[in-house]
């Protein structure tokens, strides 16, 4: 069975693109190397460039490690809102 791709309109696109952009910037602003990040967060180190990409293919789970590793997990709570 193959797996499907999520369809985003191209708005939905730019905010998801946008997520990926501010939890590189919050890495880097903690000093925190892409290896050090995927490692805690246990996950390969080309799936965090994906999450920091804003790419759709990549679960909701691994979006959540990385923001735990970064002490931004709970910021997910303020989404669902």
């Known amino acids: 069975m193959t797996k499907k791709s999520a369809v985003l309109l191209p708005k939905t696109t730019h905010i998801l693109e946008t997520v990926g952009d501010q939890i590189k910037l919050a890495r ?29 293919t990549v679960s909701i789970g691994h979006y959540l490690n990385v923001l735990k590793v970064l002490g931004l997990e709970k910021d997910l709570l303020v989404l669902a809102k």
């Open 28 to 56: 880097l602003r903690r000093k925190l190397s892409g290896e050090m990040v995927a490692e805690r967060a246990g996950i390969g180190r080309n799936t965090l460039i994906s999450i920091e990409q804003g790419k759709p």
